[in-house]
């Protein structure tokens, strides 16, 4: 089961998520110990593997360090659920395997703590804890071969094989 | 089509395109810097790759950490330096002739009309002013790229930005960005091309056009782009070296766009985007007078050798009341700096004069904040946190308002200066 952790927040950035006095290092347990540390320092307290982030519009603006995506991974984070992505940030999720969620109404269905349970496939967020079902839209095919692969250089590796 | 589509069905091989469409672009420059780029190197090794596309198409230089801040960024331009020799690259720029990117590619001829470029920082949007497709991207889609050459893209839809009029005494294309980022929002264009056209853009140089493109990003978008003209040849003509050819598109008539902007410039005043938000833009006449502790004049949005002038020109005779750290953008802003007398201004003034670097802009080094500490700045971002401590605030403005903010320790109104 997954936990949510929300923040009512729109354009949350990669200043927040990642600052850059952290990105001396591209080793992601090192950047993990700063996950959100500008936006909540207890934030890396707070979440387990398998946590879920849930935010509004235009989560990740900002600078093209992937760090954000290391970060928030390596914390434990398992996907972020928002109302929009930047784009960078959004690119940068898919081209590590590291799944996320558009979802316009996700922000007002879930409380923070909410225990969550999150069918990919399917499209289906299930709010254990409110009792209901949010549904979004599964990421494009593309986007999903990437990430079943693991991330663009495995996927790249496989189709130049093939 | 619009010129956003043209130069990205050029690059997919293939006659036209329309928004959406995912497409493969073969990459013509690829930029390489300290920060996001050592993460690719790891990556391609643990995959035992360890060629590149092409060498005469990357072009590295170390800026964010350069030189070295600590023993980690150390270590990091180590496995840069180690990788661009053992690849044999031939635009790598070491210390001494590297710069911070965006200032450093044009001026050393490496930017075409025409073009895809892409490097890993989110400010690679820049080189739009030169009617080329420019964007950012993270360290994986940087190390596809450098082994294959090619990336995908989703084609964006374009938006208009109609910049009517003539700038005022004392305006700059900083006040015209901010304006725009102020009216439409951090993501009023998300995903999109921001295609500027108008009157306006004739009397500006090619350095205060890139200040315009190179915030695309701040307000959410894929690239900027600014069509072709004797301006741009003008740049071109002096600053092209080993590739002069390049092939100059523009957008049709029937164009479509999702959204058109007008602007009328004679209007726009002095502008400075309050904490915490790039969007947070308001005329300098209503916030004048609110103290700061820094002044930041530097950076590849406002770190150019036109910007030096321009707060020279200011702080010629003058003492600055607070902090004032100048950051000429590459070594030859840096000379040309020197040689024009400017560092002689800005000694007399008070300021201090770094190497080129991106330095404090992203809270690096050289001149980070302190808790409670508020720095007008000319760089391109006021996150929380941005230039230091989460407490500490950052003020965005064109180096005409950040240098007459420098000289009365508070904000202050450029044009009494001008």
């Not at chain 1, 093209?64 to 940030?89: D, M, N, P």
């Amino acid at each position: 089961m997954a936990k949510a952790h929300v923040y009512k927040r729109d354009h949350i950035n990669t200043d927040e998520i990642i600052p850059a006095r952290y990105l001396t290092t591209d080793n992601e347990a090192q950047l993990a110990k700063h996950a959100m540390e500008d936006l909540d320092k207890d934030f890396v307290k707070k979440v387990q593997k398998g946590d879920v982030i849930v935010a509004g519009e235009d989560f990740g603006c900002g600078s093209s360090r992937e760090h954000a995506v290391w970060a928030l991974r390596g914390a434990g984070v398992q996907t972020v659920i928002a109302k929009t992505f930047a784009r960078i940030f959004y690119r940068n999720a898919i081209n590590n395997g590291f799944y996320v969620i558009e979802s316009p109404d996700a922000l007002e269905k879930i409380n923070d703590g909410n225990e969550l349970k999150i069918d990919f496939k399917a499209g289906l967020i299930k709010n254990k804890t409110a009792g209901i079902d949010i549904k979004f839209n599964p990421l494009p095919d593309f986007a999903l071969e990437i990430i079943n692969d693991g991330g663009l250089l495995k996927h790249i590796t496989k189709t130049t094989a093939d | 089509m619009t010129i956003t589509e043209k130069i990205l069905a050029k690059a997919a091989g293939k006659r036209s395109v329309r928004p959406g469409d995912l497409i493969d672009a073969k990459l013509d420059v690829v930029l390489f810097i300290d920060v996001t780029g050592p993460a690719a190197i790891k990556m391609l090794e643990a995959r035992g790759i360890d060629k590149v596309f092409d060498r005469e198409k990357i072009v590295v230089t170390p800026d964010h950490f350069q030189p070295p801040k600590d023993i980690q960024s150390a270590e990091l331009h180590k496995r840069l330096d180690d990788w661009a020799k053992r690849n044999k690259i031939k635009y790598y720029y070491r210390l001494g002739r590297a710069g911070v990117c965006h200032a450093l590619l044009p001026e050393q001829g490496h930017i075409r009309p025409g073009e895809v470029i892409i490097g890993p920082d989110s400010h690679t949007c820049t080189y739009g002013a030169f009617a080329a497709f420019s964007t950012g991207v993270g360290s994986t889609d940087l190390a596809a790229a450098i082994a294959t050459g090619k990336l995908w893209f989703k084609v964006p839809e374009s938006m208009k930005f109609v910049l009517n009029g003539k700038l005022g005494h004392g305006v700059y294309s900083k006040d015209v960005i901010l304006t725009v980022i102020g009216r439409i929002g951090v993501d009023g264009a998300l995903y999109r091309a921001m295609e500027f056209v108008g009157p306006a853009l004739a009397d500006m140089s090619m350095e205060a056009r890139m200040t315009m493109t190179n915030m695309a990003i701040e307000a959410g978008g894929k690239n900027g782009i600014i069509g072709f003209d004797k301006v741009t040849k003008k740049y071109l003509d002096e600053h092209l070296k080993d590739k002069k050819e390049y092939t100059v598109f523009e957008s049709d008539k029937d164009a479509e766009y999702i959204r058109v902007e007008e602007f009328d410039c004679t209007k726009i005043e002095p502008m400075v985007a309050l904490p915490h938000l790039p969007s947070n833009a308001v005329p300098v006449t209503e916030c004048a007078g609110k103290k700061m502790d820094q002044a930041y004049i530097g950076s590849c949005t406002n770190g150019r050798i036109e910007d030096l002038r321009i707060a020279a020109k200011i702080l010629k005779g003058k003492q600055a009341a607070i902090r004032t750290i100048i950051v000429p953008a590459t070594p030859t802003i840096w000379k040309q700096a020197k040689d024009e007398g400017l560092f002689d201004i800005f000694y007399e003034a008070g300021c201090v004069i770094s190497a080129p670097t991106c330095g404090a802009c992203l809270g690096g080094f050289m001149g980070v904040l302190a808790e409670g500490e508020k720095c007008i700045s000319t760089t391109n971002r006021n996150f929380v946190g941005r230039m230091g401590h989460p407490k500490s605030e950052v003020y965005l403005a064109s180096p005409a308002t950040t240098a007459a903010s420098a000289i009365e320790g508070k904000l202050a109104d450029p044009r009494k200066y001008l």
